[in-house]
């Protein structure tokens, strides 16, 4: 099975700031990598598809990079509403993995 | 309005059985494979299942083959979840989700379903 890698796990930020998260892939899925956002008790919100598309609704301070192995997300000017969990999840094959996870918290 | 809505879940012995539902609305059920996501108490999310639009291919992950079966019925817009020899580790909230192609593997998972809780405990 591939085995995602996300990082950091948790993350402390203010309203303003640029924010980074990365997942990498224990081989090569080409784009095949997906970001969700998940708020408690909600269910995961797609953000991110082939590893750099935005899902439409998402706000364009939203953007991903990477292919092979090495992906990130990045937030470009983080919002009171993007205090969340953040997941990478690849469907190169099955079984689809997901990251463990990174939590961003208000600073 | 694309929705998605879980049924199904419980409480059930080690060594049950439980059937879960999900039933679909808004969207051509028919056209799209759909999967089933389970996160159990505090840890990540972990895909189990994924089903062709048609029903004619289905795969699992190891820790659930051989005991769980998706299955669909494109006529009512349902697909289902049939667990088997239950295990305590299979505790979980369990929700489906639309991929965005018809054929698995490959695509997003861009609707989900809010989930439905099952409890494995003597």
């Known amino acids: 099975d591939i085995q995602m890698t996300q990082s950091p796990s948790s993350l402390s930020a203010s309203v303003g700031d640029r924010v980074t998260i990365t997942c990498r892939a224990s081989q090569s899925i080409s784009s095949f990598l997906n970001w969700y956002q998940q708020k408690p008790g909600i269910a995961p919100k797609p953000l991110i598809y082939a590893a750099s598309s935005l899902q439409s609704g998402v706000p364009s301070r939203f953007s991903g990079s990477g292919s092979g192995t090495d992906f990130t997300l990045t937030i470009s000017s983080l919002q009171p509403e993007d205090f969340a969990s953040y997941f990478c999840?690849?469907?190169?094959?099955?079984?689809?993995?997901f990251g463990q996870g990174t939590k961003l918290e208000i600073k | 309005e694309v929705q998605l809505l879980e049924s199904g879940g419980g409480l059930v012995q080690p060594g049950g059985s439980l059937r879960l539902s999900c039933a679909a609305s808004g969207f051509t059920f028919s056209s799209y494979a759909m999967s089933w996501v389970r996160q159990a108490p505090g840890k990540g999310l972990e895909w189990i299942s994924a089903?062709?639009?048609?029903?004619?291919?289905?795969f699992y992950a190891d820790s659930v083959k051989g005991r769980f079966t998706i299955s669909r019925d494109n006529s009512k817009n349902t697909l289902y979840l049939q667990m088997n020899s239950l295990r305590v580790e299979d505790t979980a909230v369990y929700s489906c989700?639309?991929?965005?192609?018809?054929?698995?593997?490959?695509?997003?998972?861009?609707?989900w379903g809010k989930g439905t809780t099952v409890t494995v405990s003597s």
């Open positions: 989700a639309k991929e965005i192609n018809h054929l698995p593997p490959g695509g997003l998972m861009d609707v």
């Open positions: 999840q690849h469907s190169y094959t099955t079984p689809y993995t």
């Open positions: 089903i062709s639009g048609s029903g004619g291919s289905t």
